[in-house]
């Protein structure tokens, strides 16, 4: 039913190969890096295989029916995100990380030429990165209307003010610029159009990156949560995007593709832990026996195998729609997703790490930072919670028949 074109083929074989000499070799040199060097840092390892990606011709896959990227659909690309998605260290050598990823979708629909030439060119080419600024510690997240950070007209100018954190990229001293969404008019009467989103160059007076988060103890694999204090911060009119009001109509643009391009990612970390799994479990002899023949091992093979297939042709049925009839209409099939994914990962991830023992805790094999990518994954872009409600108000809406009546 999604077959790949040949294109595609091709593409994922050139993928592959470049994962094998030159991924995951060097994956315990990136977690050794970044334990090493601290979040603040570059980490050379990827600023080594960088180049050698962009000479291969794999780059900025990800922007779909752009000419600046490889004018890929969403459904040609899930597969090719889902096999870079099997490493850490492989989403930012091609150019194709969250958040930038979602960033430069945002210049691209929504940007002024100025800030496609001072931002998106320089991102796409992989020179800077960038954040994205929206959580916030003072508020439940869960509902984005609750964001209490100001963006006030002043002249010619905006003043910013706000407390966020899990800005993901703000510690890298490559991170230039960052999309900071906060309250234009809090007084509208429509809760969804007090909000816009202004661009803010980091080295702009009173922005402060205040520390790196730790997800589950990891910091700077693969993602560099942080803090970040926006203190009278003067951004010239200019930096608006879109306009006053349409912060959240800039989100949903940017979050539907962000949401699948994740699910896409956990399918390929689940992939691999199901193999390390197999492959660790017939290689391990305990009570006489691999591993693997004792008989829960069945059961949680064959229950990994079923549960990844389902998220796969989930997501690729997604990505389908979201490419024939639009991301809003597809709204239904992306939250289903975003719920379905990272709890299939977390508990793949979960058995492949029970398969290796004490083994399977430490930062060895990656399965931990595995399980802590799939886990923030179930808050990040949405908590279940969220995705639920929405999917179960679209389905009521079905049998209303109050609602439906003429």
């Avoid at 040949?6 to 050139?14: G, W, Y």
């Avoid at 090719?80 to 099997?86: A, K, N, Q, S, V």
């Avoid at 930012?92 to 990823?101: G, I, K, L, W």
């Avoid at 991170?175 to 008019?185: E, L, P, R, Y």
Wanted: proline share 6%; hydrophobic share 40%; glycine share 8%.
């Amino acid at each position: 039913m999604f077959e790949m074109t040949p294109r595609v083929q091709a593409l994922h074989q050139r993928i592959s190969d470049f994962m094998d000499e030159h991924i995951y070799p060097n994956e315990r040199r990136l977690y050794e890096e970044a334990e090493r060097l601290g979040a603040w840092a570059v980490y050379p390892v990827v600023e080594e295989l960088k180049p050698k990606a962009r000479a291969a011709g794999l780059w900025n896959l990800f922007l779909p029916q752009s000419e600046r990227g490889a004018g890929l659909t969403n459904l040609e690309y899930a597969s090719l995100c889902e096999l870079m998605g099997r490493s850490h260290l492989a989403p930012e050598v091609f150019n194709c990380s969250a958040p930038d990823t979602g960033n430069m979708e945002v210049f691209e629909r929504y940007g002024t030429p100025e800030m496609k030439k001072r931002w998106l060119e320089p991102l796409l080419a992989g020179e800077i990165r960038s954040c994205f600024a929206m959580t916030e510690p003072a508020v439940a997240s869960s509902d984005a209307t609750n964001i209490q950070s100001a963006i006030v007209r002043d002249g010619d100018h905006y003043v910013v003010n706000g407390h966020k954190w899990y800005t993901t990229n703000a510690t890298d001293p490559r991170c230039k610029v960052a999309i900071f969404m906060g309250k234009t008019d809090p007084d509208h009467p429509d809760r969804h159009k007090q909000q816009s989103m202004v661009v803010v160059p980091m080295d702009t007076p009173g922005v402060r990156v205040v520390r790196p988060l730790g997800v589950f103890g990891f910091y700077g694999v693969p993602d560099r949560a942080s803090e970040v204090v926006f203190e009278n911060v003067r951004v010239p009119v200019q930096n608006m995007l879109l306009g006053e009001g349409r912060g959240f109509e800039i989100a949903q643009g940017r979050l539907g593709p962000g949401r699948i391009h994740h699910c896409m990612r956990l399918i390929g970390l689940a992939e691999r832990a199901l193999e390390m799994m197999c492959k660790r479990g017939l290689a391990r002899v305990a009570f006489g026996k691999p591993v693997v023949r004792h008989e829960v091992w069945y059961e949680r093979i064959a229950e990994s195998r079923i549960l990844i297939d389902q998220a796969r042709l989930l997501t690729l049925q997604a990505a389908e729609l979201m490419d024939t009839v639009g991301n809003k209409a597809a709204k239904s099939h992306i939250a289903m997703i975003k719920v379905a994914a990272p709890q299939m990962a977390c508990r793949v991830i979960d058995w492949a790490i029970q398969a290796h023992g004490g083994g399977g805790t430490n930062n060895d094999l990656g399965l931990a930072s595995f399980y802590a990518t799939a886990r923030i994954l179930r808050l990040a872009d949405g908590p279940d919670e969220v995705h639920r409600e929405q999917l179960a108000k679209m389905e009521l809406k079905k049998y209303d028949t109050a609602r439906s009546a003429p």
